[in-house]
């Protein structure tokens, strides 16, 4: 027998409570005990590890929170949690909240939870994914389009696939200070400028088959408005500050400058930037802080002079960002621009500034001045899931997010600072019971002819000179084949249509019109049944299963890369090109003729997992693939491959899935 007498534990602060690790069951035990105390009003940080854990409450009362579900617990509860399961521990009552925490490793467990982890995040949750709102400047190019908007869209359309609950939000983000340059040029108004380009980014949007459930135009939304103006009031009540501090002004006009109107190197890296946020290393600034400013209103050297404005010490919320980015999917590129942020002491930013464009705070301000509009963008994505819910009587609202709310965003590198740190530091701000649930999905620059695309300065291929009904799927392809992933890459329209002749129709149409000519002339145009099967027909099959499984991997919460969901789907295709070549040796000869039949109901086989495994990112070709199949729905994920039933009538042959385009569709030139 061994007493352990837990008011003798040596506790000791771990995760954000007091832990005490029990010695006793012996080293080799592969159970380990360890004590916990939860103060009243305190929790645990949120954290998950590869062990299978058991919590059992001695005394006290809490709540779970675990994946965005929450639970009570009590003295006598056992809680079960699963390997790499977020889980927190709050304290709710009057008393000490005490707990015995049990763990242990379980190999095929853990392999089995890591298989299941991104989906288990989203289960029995709605599923709010955000392409960061485009700034309607100008209309959508191949950099825009390769990124965040078709990114999003794949993921919406895979989650759906996979039976989850999801939406794809975005917006018209009509109040940047981009809008007000561009009107400038034009010489037009902010709002004629913004309505203009807001139509034609949504335009752009549908052709590019990416269709959505939610846009926001913030000019114009009921109520808009007056929800910021109570959002801005509750950070005021949440610390925000009216404070005075050093800002940069136009030497010649005296105009306040921030943003589009201000260039300099910037302080952290010394690339070339503007004001507010550099685009190479992602670090903000607050414009006095650059190196060798101009003013882009006079070309002159800026002064500095006080200004009083609403500010925020974002230092003080460095915990809270932390903790977040510990809940969700966090890259270690946005975790190290976090740490590299947060490291600043006493970081004050400004969230309002002088300006006419905007949304001005119910509160005093000296002189006039708006909500800026990077912290306004916190609160459109509540906009939007309440204006989504509104539609389809669901009881959302922009007031009361809930725990159960899973927020994917998906933006360029070069927003990363706004979405990653400051909006978790802002609605921890407004909503200090909340705790925002936010997946990241950023994407690098995407270059054209080696430079970076670019609205203002018309270096682009425009969405609109290069989408019709024949090229939407290949530009899709195309686009999520070669985007910024991990690293820059570049465009050039002799490759795109190099791919599209050698990959698209060189290859996927190739191998879908021969199976379909070898089915017409050999089984009448019918799916043959499987007869006898080789080690090597098992061994092919096996593949094909292994295949799936990484696709659902690249797709998913965890993993997304369609970098490499390109690559898979190319390597079905290459391989399926292989086995057909093998297996054309026994053709001809009758006494194989049921192994050859089951080599066709394989190939069969992996032309409907195409049209399965496509269909996120191919929706047309897709389609057009499982009807030529005899398929009466392809959007729906697969859980194993499985064989086309006999004697089902084809249409392989005649079917064109891909077309040739012509070499001079789209160009780098200006559009009006």
């Not at 288990?120 to 709102?133: A, G, I, K, Q, Y």
């Not at 965040?148 to 975005?170: C, I, K, M, N, Q």
């Not at 290459?574 to 053709?587: D, T």
Request: with cysteine.
């Amino acid at each position: 027998m061994h007493i352990i007498d837990l008011q003798e534990a040596q506790l000791a602060p771990a995760f954000g409570i007091d832990m005490a690790s029990i010695a006793g069951l012996g080293e080799q035990e592969h159970v380990r005990l360890a004590y916990g105390v939860v103060a009243p009003g305190q929790e645990s940080k949120p954290h998950k590890h590869d062990e299978l854990e058991a919590f059992l409450i001695l005394s006290g009362e809490g709540v779970i929170d675990a994946d965005g579900h929450s639970q009570p617990v009590r003295a006598g509860s056992l809680v079960l949690f699963k390997p790499f399961e977020k889980h927190v521990l709050r304290n709710v009552g009057q008393q000490a909240l005490s707990f015995c925490d049990f763990y242990w490793r379980d190999a095929a467990k853990r392999d089995a939870a890591a298989q299941d982890n991104g989906a288990s995040r989203l289960r029995e949750r709605p599923v709010f994914v955000f392409s960061t709102p485009p700034t309607p400047n100008g209309d959508l190019h191949l950099g825009h389009l390769s990124g965040p908007y078709l990114g999003a869209d794949v993921y919406v359309r895979f989650l759906r696939a996979s039976g989850h609950e999801a939406y794809h939000l975005t917006g018209s983000d009509d109040y940047q200070s981009y809008v007000v340059g561009r009107a400038r040029q034009e010489d037009s108004s902010p709002q004629q400028v913004a309505s203009h380009y807001s139509a034609a980014i949504k335009s752009t949007l549908d052709l590019m088959d990416i269709h959505l459930d939610q846009y926001t135009v913030t000019t114009r939304a009921e109520g808009y408005a007056e929800g910021l103006r109570d959002f801005f009031s509750r950070l005021v009540r949440g610390g925000a500050q009216l404070r005075s501090d050093a800002a940069l002004f136009d030497a010649e006009t005296g105009d306040y400058l921030y943003e589009v109107d201000v260039s300099a190197k910037c302080p952290s890296c010394g690339s070339p930037c503007g004001g507010n946020i550099c685009e190479e290393c992602g670090e903000p600034n607050n414009c006095v802080d650059l190196d060798t400013p101009r003013s882009r209103l006079s070309d002159t050297m800026p002064v500095t002079g006080a200004i009083r404005r609403y500010m925020i010490n974002l230092s003080a919320f460095k915990d809270a960002v932390e903790q977040h980015q510990r809940l969700g999917k966090v890259s270690p590129r946005l975790q190290q621009l976090a740490e590299r942020v947060l490291a600043r002491k006493d970081y004050w930013v400004p969230i309002t500034h002088p300006a006419q464009w905007g949304v001005p705070p119910a509160e005093e301000v000296e002189g006039e001045q708006v909500i800026w509009v990077w912290p306004e963008m916190a609160y459109g994505f509540l906009h939007g899931i309440a204006e989504l819910g509104g539609r389809l009587g669901k009881p959302w609202k922009a007031d009361q997010p809930q725990p159960d709310w899973k927020i994917v965003h998906f933006f360029g590198y070069d927003n990363s600072y706004y979405h990653s740190i400051l909006y978790p530091a802002l609605y921890r701000m407004a909503f200090p019971d909340w705790r925002c649930d936010i997946d990241y999905n950023e994407n690098e620059f995407y270059l054209l002819d080696g430079l970076k695309f670019s609205t203002s300065r018309r270096h682009a291929v425009w969405g609109k000179d290069i989408l019709n009904p024949d090229s939407v799927d290949a530009v899709r392809y195309y686009l999520a084949r070669t985007r910024g992933e991990q690293e820059r890459s570049n465009f050039t329209l002799d490759d795109f249509h190099d791919c599209v002749e050698e990959i698209l129709l060189g290859q996927w149409q190739a191998w879908l019109s021969g199976l379909g000519e070898r089915l017409r002339r050999e089984f009448q145009q019918r799916a043959p049944d499987a007869g006898c099967w080789s080690a090597l027909h098992t061994a092919y099959l096996d593949g094909l299963n292994h295949r799936l499984a990484s696709l659902k991997t690249h797709y998913g919460a965890d993993g997304f890369a369609l970098n490499r969901v390109v690559e898979e789907l190319d390597g079905l295709v290459a391989g399926a090109l292989r086995f057909a070549k093998s297996n054309q040796r026994i053709s001809q000869n009758p006494a194989l003729r049921d192994e050859y039949r089951t080599a066709i109901a394989l190939e069969l086989a992996t032309a409907r997992l195409l049209a399965q495994a496509a269909s996120p990112l191919l929706p047309r070709f897709a389609q057009r693939l499982g009807e030529a199949l005899g398929m009466e729905r392809v959007d729906r994920w697969p859980e194993a491959v499985e064989l086309t039933p006999a004697g089902t009538l084809l249409a392989l042959a005649e079917q064109a899935f891909f077309t040739p385009l012509r070499r001079q569709e789209g160009s780098a030139e200006a559009r009006p």
